[in-house]
């Protein structure tokens, strides 16, 4: 079970929100770099970023914080975006700047045809965001629910060859109510790609339940809101899920 830490950008900053919402946010570091270096030196081998701005704007708004954390320990460890990513274009400059993986959320969903091309030209490095309320597919920034199913939508970015699928609980994002894990499971046992789990993570117990069920399909989880307010050890977790599952 890999734990990747998030920092999620907002004007620069490093910031946390509360269900998605822009106008509840905390801000954790006024140096996204130094903080990408000090989850790395606590023993991350993925980071999670998010372009919170672009998310919103439909286009990329931190491009500057994320080429610093590139540089910084882009070349240490896998590192994968999201937030504003609707071209190609984009996609092949993030790549080129060192970028491991790109997360594709909204354009996935209102413009399939451009996930489909993003997986012909850049197979390996697309990862789908797939955020959701009560089983059903939200967008814009999660301002929109939408009618999609999960579950088939899940299905049908399988087969255009996507890497994995983020699914997030939104209804959890932030509140450190848990990880909502039969939802988690019940998309990983459709698909053959993984998933990765996301929204709600609050102490090691999720780690230890999300671990029981890796076999499903379950690769990683994303950290959030508990490793910035203490409520987890993301050192120890991580040594934790590796004693777990070996």
């Known amino acids: 079970m890999l734990l990747i830490p998030a920092i999620d950008l907002k004007d620069g900053q490093c910031v946390r929100l509360k269900q ?19 989850w790395v030196s606590k023993g991350a081998r993925r980071l999670h970023l998010v372009d919170l ?5 439909g286009h990329p708004k931190n491009e ?15 590192v994968q975006l999201g937030g504003g990513i609707r071209d190609l274009d984009t996609i092949e400059r993030y790549l080129d700047a060192g970028l491991r993986f ?13 996930l489909q091309d993003a997986c012909t030209a850049f197979g390996g490095h697309i990862i789908v965001g797939l ?18 199913d999960v579950v088939d939508l899940g299905k049908k970015f399988e087969d255009y060859g996507v890497e994995s699928i983020i699914y997030t609980d939104i209804g959890r994002d932030g509140m450190l109510t848990g990880i909502n894990i039969d939802s988690t499971v019940r998309l990983a046992q459709a698909l ?13 117990a999720d780690i230890e339940a999300l671990c029981a069920v890796e076999d499903e ?11 910035y307010s203490g409520d987890l050890d993301f050192a120890a977790a991580q040594t934790r899920a590796d004693e777990l599952n070996g």
């Open 20 to 38: 998605g919402d822009m106008t509840q946010s905390t801000t954790f570091g006024e140096d996204p770099a130094a903080m990408a270096r000090s």
């Open 131 to 148: 955020d959701a309320r009560e089983g059903k597919v939200a967008t814009d920034g999660w301002s929109k629910l939408t009618r999609h």
């Open 53 to 57: 701005n672009g998310a919103f704007a």
């Open 217 to 227: 399909g379950v690769e990683a989880v994303i950290c959030g809101r508990a490793i």
């Open 64 to 78: 500057m914080a994320i080429r610093k954390i590139l540089r910084e320990v882009g070349s240490e460890v896998d």
């Open 102 to 114: 790109v997360i594709i959320g909204t354009a996935a969903v209102k413009n399939p045809g451009f």
């Open 192 to 204: 053959t790609i993984p998933v990765i789990a996301s929204g709600g993570l609050s102490g090691i």
